[in-house]
């Protein structure tokens, strides 16, 4: 069974995305992430059980909503056909929306410009300086409990296809895995779309709004 170092691998070789060991609070200081595979084994070495973080602000910034705001979003964008890009779930109750490097510090400008910015929609933004949770990359583990110590997100939507998954038993694929560009969604619709999300559910506690499909056909010899 794969195991947090697997996946930090899987992240900096097949996303470029710097991983680095760590728990799942936030807060708590990390050493520097990277996508160097030694260092990355060497970390886990003395950390064997430690959490995977992926490091914000440099291939990716995050928006981070309450997950019934997220659920709403979600359910909004993809009911209009729009790109969604990579949406993953936490444990903490909360829905993130990978974005573009860059977003997070625009993100003040840009509600103002959208006419949000006087309100608390709790939206908050992760970019350069931050670590997120690393979802596992394997879909296999996204329907099953959480009993892994490490692991305190869970992707709705993968950056990946996940036919273009590795086998969760192919461990050598870590070291030959082709480099993939991950799509991100137009900020900018997306944005208004989560802050009218954020200022619903905060006015309507209760949305009816069905809950996020994950994703979880598993076919490892898809292209």
């Keep these: 069974?794969?195991?947090?170092?697997?996946?930090?691998?899987?992240?900096?070789?097949?996303?470029?995305?710097?991983?680095?060991?760590?728990?799942?609070?936030?807060?708590?200081?990390?050493?520097?992430?990277?996508?160097?595979?030694?260092?990355?084994?060497?970390y886990w070495a003395d950390t064997p059980g430690a959490a995977v973080r992926l490091a914000a602000g440099v291939r990716f910034d995050v928006l981070d909503v309450p997950g019934a705001a997220g659920?709403?979003?979600?359910?909004?964008?993809e009911r209009q056909g729009l790109p969604v890009g990579p949406v993953a779930a936490t444990g903490g109750g909360r829905t993130q929306f990978f974005v573009a490097p860059?977003?997070?510090?625009?993100?003040?400008?840009?509600?103002?410009?959208?006419?949000?910015?006087?309100?608390?929609?709790?939206?908050?933004?992760?970019?350069?300086?931050?670590?997120?949770?690393?979802?596992?990359?394997?879909?296999?583990?996204?329907?099953?409990?959480?009993?892994?110590?490490?692991e305190h997100a869970r992707w709705l939507?993968?950056?990946?296809a996940p036919g273009r998954m590795p086998p969760m038993d192919d461990l050598a694929a870590r070291t030959a895995l082709p480099h993939v560009d991950v799509r991100f969604p137009d900020v900018t619709r997306l944005i208004g779309t989560l802050a009218h999300a954020c200022q619903h559910v905060r006015l309507f506690p209760r949305p009816r709004v069905r809950e996020p499909r994950l994703?979880?056909?598993h076919r490892p010899n898809a292209a």
Excluded: F, K, N, Q
Aim: hydrophobic share 45%; charged share 20%; no cysteine.
């Design 71 to 77: 659920a709403w979003a979600l359910d909004r964008v």
């Design 1 to 42: 069974m794969p195991g947090p170092l697997d996946e930090a691998l899987w992240y900096a070789r097949a996303l470029g995305w710097p991983a680095a060991p760590g728990t799942v609070e936030p807060a708590d200081p990390i050493p520097a992430a990277t996508t160097d595979p030694r260092l990355l084994s060497t």
């Design 215 to 217: 994703l979880t056909h």
């Design 102 to 150: 860059g977003v997070a510090d625009d993100l003040p400008a840009l509600l103002d410009w959208l006419d949000w910015a006087d309100l608390d929609l709790d939206l908050r933004a992760y970019g350069e300086g931050d670590t997120v949770a690393a979802p596992s990359p394997w879909p296999a583990t996204w329907r099953s409990p959480w009993p892994r110590s490490w």
């Design 157 to 160: 939507r993968p950056p990946v």
